[in-house]
């Protein structure tokens, strides 16, 4: 039985294959849920930046920043669960947008796509943009991803929203 796409979901950070949570993608395909696209680019520029715990963030200001590169992912209803639970759709810490994504690096003859991203929640975004000096970058590496702490790895008292406001007021 084919799979029920219901999402078509855009990552450029701690998802992408052989980053520090792709752990849940490789479930989800598993499962069912999830079956990998290709790599992707934004249509439009975006802010993409790295924020407390080597976290990255998209922020929606399209036309600042650069085209983001990244994976695209097709998601069922049931798939979309544990990645809106990850992003803390719920908690206001990422919201799941639009956007429009072209194959490889955008080169070629073959369109655009509508999919959906986690960008950082809009009670923060721009702040976090101004924060990192209106400087953002293309592709979230391996060598970003190294300064990535899971949860695990953070304080015993780390409070998301309350983290990122210190950091977004200059007190890290």
Request: charged fraction near 20%; charge should be negative; glycine fraction near 14%.
């Amino acid at each position: 039985m084919a799979m029920q796409t219901s999402y078509l979901i855009f990552t450029y950070g701690t998802l992408k294959r052989g980053f520090p949570n792709h752990a849940i993608m490789a479930n989800l395909i598993r499962s069912g849920d999830v079956t990998f696209r290709g790599e992707y680019t934004t249509v439009d520029a975006y802010p993409l930046v790295c924020g407390p715990y080597g976290i990255p963030y998209l922020i929606n200001l399209p036309g600042s920043g650069v085209r983001i590169k990244g994976e695209l992912y097709a998601v069922t209803d049931s798939g979309i669960v544990p990645m809106d639970d990850l992003e803390g759709v719920e908690a206001g810490h990422y919201e799941r947008l639009p956007l429009k994504l072209t194959a490889g690096d955008g080169g070629g003859p073959e369109g655009t796509v509508a999919a959906e991203a986690y960008f950082a929640h809009r009670s923060f975004g721009e702040e976090l943009w101004k924060r990192c000096g209106g400087v953002g970058i293309g592709d979230f590496t391996t060598e970003m991803s190294s300064k990535y702490q899971i949860k695990e790895e953070r304080p015993q008292d780390f409070n998301f929203l309350k983290d990122l406001e210190l950091f977004i007021s200059g007190v890290e």
